[in-house]
T-cell receptor, first 114, second 111 residues
Framework: DTEVTQTPKHLVMGMTNKKSLKCEQH?????MYWYKQKAKKPPELMFV???????INESVPSRFSPECPNSSLLNLHLHALQPEDSALYLC?????FGTGYGYTFGSGTRLTVV | GENVEQHPSTLSVQEGDSAVIKCTYS??????FPWYKQELGKRPQLIID?????GEKKDQRIAVTLNKTAKHFSLHITETQPEDSAVYFC??????????FGTGTSLTVIP
């Protein structure tokens, strides 16, 4: 298995909703990442987990809450989002945080906040 | 932090011609430079990468060159085909850590 799987593929949520995005990989990668990508813009790093510990938080608002339950799973919990948070949310993984080997993106979750 | 600039932002070429996209970076410690292709509505996919101990790397119709002194690297696509049409992102990182992406180049190959 050489893929990063993200669910759901599409999500529409209201500003008062609570939802979660899920990311899973079975490549034995020890680093996992969340990115946000607006249309026609490059991906922006949000969070990095290395060996299941949060290594980098790029000053992301607290309405985004990451969680790494185990080495294969990465969640992004969403609460009280704003319409400007609508974007493609990409998960990625790599062998470890330090080599870039095997850096792989998931297909993304397209989030719309209404 | 690292700052990556990418040019041009849009590029149109005739099928069969070559396309060149250039990126510059600011942090001399950056030593890993991947290139990603992103088709509309799809994930970024790694097409080629280069590390700072190498000056050039080729993979069929795609090549990347790196000039560490000038802090720039370029993507070269030869014999372009319509399926090469996509947005291309360069990136720079130190040892494969946090990626700093360029702003993207929208390539259109005209049949």
């Amino acid at each position: 298995d050489t893929e990063v799987t993200q669910t759901p593929k599409h999500l529409v949520m209201g500003m008062t909703n609570k939802k979660s995005l899920k990311c899973e990989q079975h490549m034995g990668h020890r680093a996992m990442y969340w990115y946000k990508q607006k249309a026609k813009k490059p991906p922006e790093l949000m969070f990095v987990y290395s060996y299941e510990k949060l290594s980098i938080n790029e000053s992301v608002p607290s309405r985004f809450s990451p969680e790494c339950p185990n080495s294969s799973l990465l969640n992004l919990h969403l609460h009280a989002l704003q319409p400007e948070d609508s974007a493609l949310y990409l998960c990625a993984s790599s062998q470890d945080f330090g080599t870039g080997y095997g850096y792989t993106f998931g297909s993304g979750t397209r989030l719309t906040v209404v | 932090g690292e700052n990556v600039e990418q040019h041009p932002s849009t590029l149109s070429v005739q099928e069969g011609d070559s396309a060149v996209i250039k990126c510059t970076y600011s942090d001399s410690a950056s030593n890993y430079f991947p290139w990603y292709k992103q088709e509309l509505g799809k994930r970024p996919q790694l097409i080629i990468d280069i590390r700072s101990n190498v000056g050039e790397k080729k993979d069929q119709r795609i090549a990347v060159t790196l000039n560490k002194t000038a802090k720039h690297f370029s993507l070269h696509i030869t014999e372009t085909q319509p399926e090469d049409s996509a947005v291309y992102f360069c990136a720079a990182s130190v040892a494969g850590n946090q990626f700093y992406f360029g702003t993207g180049t929208s390539l259109t190959v005209i049949p």
